[in-house]
């Protein structure tokens, strides 16, 4: 965390992060909506990439968790990264800020993202499927805020969307940081069965691993998400 805050590169390449992933998101949503596909096909493409979308990110998550490559490139990202389990606590915020903030760790995203973007100019692409990929890509950044809401919200709305299994409820996420190797989805959570089977067969968790690299660390009274 040191290497994290003693310059304002890493802040700045956040901020980059979350200005691109936004910018290809409405790119992406502007280019898409004129092809209109009928309710029905919308309902398959909105149900697909929430399942999707809770999956891609539930995977990302168990990477970077279980990720000690502190000494590479993009060892302060991880350890920014880990911090969340050090301090689960974010700083309250309106939740479009939450949004642009956390898009900017999402790396990987702006990737997917682009490649989205020019899958049409490469290969025919049925509308119901770049639909998926679309709202993929928007979902992964909201998975972001139920996250965010799961942790740092008791508002009725955010409470009853967790209920009904929109966002992720706060019951459900508790699993991942009192046991480990455990729940990583955080969308809402619906496929954390799947993700749990692929954690525990390629890591063998991350309090004794990853988390033991904060046991000392002091967290300033300013540091949180």
């Not at 000494?71 to 974010?90: C, E, M, Q």
Request: with cysteine; glycine share 6%.
């Amino acid at each position: 965390m040191e290497r994290y805050n003693s310059g304002s590169k890493y802040k700045i390449f956040g901020i980059a992060v979350s200005i691109m992933n936004l910018t290809l998101q409405g790119w992406l949503l502007y280019s898409t909506w004129p092809h209109r596909i009928g309710a029905a096909r919308q309902i398959i493409a909105i149900i697909s990439a929430y399942l999707i979308t809770d999956f891609i990110n539930g995977l990302v998550h168990i990477y970077m968790d279980n990720n000690d490559r502190y000494d590479s490139p993009a060892g302060p990202l991880i350890a920014n990264f880990h911090l969340h389990h050090k301090i689960p606590s974010y700083k309250k915020n309106n939740l479009l800020i939450v949004y642009f903030n956390e898009s900017g760790s999402k790396v990987w995203l702006v990737g997917f993202l682009a490649a989205v973007a020019l899958l049409p100019e490469v290969v025919a692409v049925d509308q119901t499927i770049m639909y998926i990929l679309v709202y993929t890509g928007i979902l992964s950044s909201i998975a972001e805020v139920s996250h965010y809401l799961c942790h740092s919200s008791t508002s009725p709305t955010s409470m009853f969307l967790a209920r009904i299994g929109l966002l992720l409820s706060k019951r459900h996420h508790a699993g991942h940081h009192l046991q480990d190797n455990s729940n990583y989805a955080f969308l809402n959570g619906f496929t954390d069965p799947l993700l749990n089977l692929i954690a525990g067969r390629f890591y063998g968790g991350y309090k004794q691993n990853t988390d033991l690299h904060y046991s000392h660390y002091t967290v300033p009274d300013s540091e949180s998400r």
